[in-house]
């Protein structure tokens, strides 16, 4: 079965520490995407991974992705509080549809 | 582009009436999929078209819900009869399938059935 799962689920953090947020996935992937949803709001794509190794950055948050180890990780640095969101991974293999995570709440703490 | 357009953005309904939600894809995408997001159940995918067609409506809940596909630059998201369960937030999604640029989003339809 086709299992997406993110840790943590909910995620608080001080301004200014860092932190990451896991996303395993069950099958293989050939793209694995990473969204954010502000309260209320859509969802925005961040990054597309492509291939094993690769690494994405736009500021303060950085995703990569190893497909041997079926995991993708987006990393958050030195937090400020207009990250405060839910971040989804989102996975992708040929013709199947995206899979989504089940989502991390992300709550940065002044 | 004025990207995915959905409307209403807000609905309140009485339970057992017809509700109709409405999707304008992004110019040139050739797939369209409708997603339920509730906390509960976190984003559901209810069906998915690809060229206009159905590709896979496993997600649809029951009979009740519907979704069609006309042309290329519209799709509806039919309830009939409507259900106090149904209250959630319906996004449409709009994708070019040869591409890697994933899905884009419309605003959603928080939808509230009393």
Same mark, same amino acid.
């Given at each position: 079965e086709l299992k997406v799962e993110q840790n943590p689920l909910f995620l608080s953090m001080q301004e200014g520490k860092n932190y990451t947020i896991y996303c395993n996935y069950s099958t293989t992937s050939d793209r694995l995407y990473w969204y954010r949803q502000d309260p209320g709001k859509s969802l925005e794509s961040l990054f597309v991974l492509l291939s094993n190794g690769a690494v994405k950055q736009e500021g303060r948050l950085m995703a990569s992705l190893d497909t041997k180890a079926r995991l993708s990780t987006l990393h958050i640095t030195a937090?400020?509080?207009?990250?405060?969101a839910t971040y989804f991974c989102a996975r992708h293999f040929g013709n199947e549809k995206l899979t989504f995570g089940t989502g991390t709440r992300l709550t940065i703490i002044p | 582009d004025a990207g995915v357009i959905q409307s209403p953005r807000h609905e309140v309904t009485e339970m057992g009436q017809e509700v109709t939600l409405r999707c304008k894809p992004i110019s040139g995408h050739n797939s369209l999929f409708w997603y339920r997001q509730t906390m509960m159940r976190g984003l559901e995918l209810l069906i998915y078209f690809n060229n206009n067609v159905p590709? =896979? =409506? #496993?997600?649809? $809940? +029951? %009979?009740r819900f519907s979704a069609k596909m $006309? &042309?290329? #630059?519209f799709s509806t998201l039919k309830i009939q /009869?409507? +259900? /106090? !369960? %149904? #209250?959630a937030v319906y996004f449409c999604a709009s994708s070019f #399938? =040869? !591409? =890697? &640029?994933g899905y884009t989003f419309g605003s959603g339809t928080r939808l509230t059935v009393v």
């Open positions: 937090a400020v509080h207009d990250l405060s | 590709i =896979d =409506d #496993s997600g649809m $809940p +029951e %009979d $006309p &042309n290329a #630059s /009869p409507s +259900e /106090p !369960r %149904d #209250s #399938s =040869d !591409r =890697d &640029n």
